[in-house]
């Protein structure tokens, strides 16, 4: 299957409008929107049990069939501003509470402060970091726990959500734009189920771009092992240097790698470029 992401926001403005209509899609959001919490509790709770349990079987069917629905595609920072800026305009936007950390904060921190240099994971991310749009940012918004906001609003806390280490993810329902999640692997339950399936879940995508390292310069300080939300990266020792390296079969592309590299030995290319090569 191939992952990589066909950016939407590429497609035109009658394809887009058309991909939020039909009746069943209607009737899924409008049923989903105000039990996502329960459901992402009731996923977490299955995957405690599942480390107990063979339930692995049961896990990969209900993947399977929820990535036939719903889908998420990783994306950059620069990626999701452009989506945003993209947004067209009266296409309803809502922000809320992320329904996987009302369940999973008390695990403990999961956000980072990269501003500050602050790379590992020392203090709580936003609650209110959940965003809805179009048919699911009218849905959402009519809760009591969302509000509606501007897409300068939305930049400000997508600008915030990158400071705390959060992956961006543009989900998609039946194939029309829904809304964008930020993920980190110590709180988020898709991300948790994903893990348990040894990265092949049907529902989160990887992204088109992909890291490539100059191994020259990299000075191997660690700082995109730290920032790494899929395990992908680690130091090695090559020719008595200790240097990064990246594994692409977990690497989803989310570029916080390249955007903490001090030597800016980390570029991020198409992933198709990388595989074809």
Sequence with gaps: MDKSFKRIWERSLEERQDAQVG????????SYAPC?????????NFLQAEKKYPLN???GITDRLAGMMVTTNV???????????????GIAIACGPCACRLTTASIGPDARDLASRKLDVYRQSPL?????????????????????????????????????GLVANIYLIMGGEAGICHCSSVTCVPFMANEALGGASSVINKGRLIPIDDKAICR??????????????KLSVRDGKTISTVDYNRCYGCGFCA????????????????ENG
């Excluded at 009746?23 to 409008?30: A, E, F, K, M, T």
């Excluded at 996502?36 to 977490?44: C, R, T």
């Excluded at 994306?75 to 305009?89: D, L, M, Q, R, Y």
């Excluded at 191997?220 to 990266?233: E, I, L, N, P, S």
């Design 57 to 59: 079987l049961v896990h």
């Design 128 to 164: 209110n970091v959940d965003i809805q749009i179009a048919k699911c940012g009218e849905k959402f918004g009519a809760l009591p726990t969302y509000k509606m906001i501007s897409k300068e609003e939305l930049l400000a806390l997508e600008d915030e959500c990158f400071n705390h």
């Design 259 to 274: 955007a903490v590299c001090a030597e800016k030995a980390i570029t991020m290319q198409p992933r198709k470029s990388v």
């Design 220 to 233: 191997g300080t660690g700082d995109c092992v730290k920032v790494c939300q899929f395990k992908a990266r």
């Design 36 to 44: 996502e919490p329960q459901v992402m509790k009731g996923v977490f």
């Design 23 to 30: 009746s069943v899609r209607d009737l899924l959001i409008g």
């Design 75 to 89: 994306v950059t920072h620069e990626e999701v501003i452009e989506f945003i800026k993209g947004i067209p305009e």
